[in-house]
């Protein structure tokens, strides 16, 4: 009996033995695109950065839902393990020679882990027009001023989710002079600033694009930047990347850009704009846009 009893308990911490070096070995793949990593099991946490899909990283704890990974040599964070898929390890089975072990070197796996660009940045988002200056008129009797506060409002949503400050000019329907606009972005000494436009050509009702406008020079990239993410999101028609003397722009001394995102005076295009899942995707393309300026960005 006491024998039996014994030999139970051995097999049980054997047992647990194998299953703890398991889980040493185990690595998971990421399945959704810019996957958020934390600082720790839960939303409540940081975030440190985005994997992206296909990348395999080894884990090192789990926590309820949650999986803390190995990044990088020395980064290390947590992701959610609904957007992973577990992998089997075939080289631990493989390799049983110790020395062989030591030897081999471990194939370079698929990583893209990317610190935010945007964290810590002050980005000031303005929305273009507002109260009594409604801006363009669209097909269908609605108002740039609209539109653009909507888009404000779900840009400074991502770029919050992405550890940026962002302040909006206005953040309702109310009317706010150019002045203004420009000396809340010069007094926070923001990083960029963003005019949001929509366009419109009541004469010529088939012009359909989006365009990015700069001032200064050293915008030239910034602009070129923002405007790929977007076009790249939307889909949309790539109208211009040009330099402009607007006032919104010269006299701000910080990075800044002002965007047409598309025409209201045709139909379609203001039909696309109205939609929920393209408002989303201007948001998407200029934080892709201002991820690839701030990491091309001397520090
Ligand atoms: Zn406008």
């Not at 070995?25 to 695109?33: C, L, V, W």
């Not at 390890?89 to 070197?105: L, M, P, R």
């Not at 002079?177 to 088939?206: C, G, K, M, W």
């Amino acid at each position: 009996m006491k024998r039996k009893f014994v030999i139970s308990i051995f097999l049980i911490l054997i047992c647990i033995f194998s299953i703890s070096t398991l889980l040493y070995a185990k690595e998971i793949k990421i399945t959704a695109e810019n996957l958020n990593v934390r600082t720790g099991p839960g939303t409540n946490y940081e975030t440190i950065g985005q994997v992206q899909p296909e990348d395999v990283y080894p884990v090192l704890e789990e926590n309820g839902e949650w999986v803390q990974i190995q990044l990088d040599e020395d980064v290390t964070g947590w992701v959610h393990k609904l957007y992973t898929s577990s992998v089997t390890n075939e080289k631990n089975e493989k390799t049983t020679d110790v020395n062989q072990q030591i030897i081999a070197k471990e194939p370079k796996k698929h990583q893209s882990f990317s610190p935010l660009h945007l964290q810590g940045k002050t980005i000031v988002i303005d929305p273009g027009h507002g109260g009594r200056d409604v801006g363009a008129i669209g097909v269908r009797g609605r108002y740039e001023s609209e539109y653009t506060l909507r888009t404000a409002q779900l840009l400074k949503q991502n770029l919050e989710q992405h550890g940026a400050i962002v302040y909006l000019t206005r953040e309702d329907d109310r009317y706010l002079p150019l002045v203004s606009r420009v000396s809340l972005s010069n007094q926070l000494a923001t990083d960029v600033f963003i005019s949001i436009h929509y366009n419109s050509t009541p004469e010529l009702p088939e012009v359909t694009g989006v365009g990015t406008f700069y001032y200064n020079d050293r915008d030239k990239e910034l602009a070129s930047f923002v405007q790929e993410g977007i076009i790249n999101q939307t889909n949309m028609n790539n109208r211009e990347i040009r330099q402009a003397d607007l006032q919104v722009l010269r006299t701000n001394h910080q990075h800044g850009l002002l965007l047409e995102l598309g025409f209201i005076s045709n139909e379609s295009e203001e039909k696309n704009i109205q939609k929920q899942v393209v408002q989303k995707a201007f948001a998407r393309g200029i934080v892709e846009g201002l991820q690839k300026f701030f990491l091309n960005a001397p520090r």
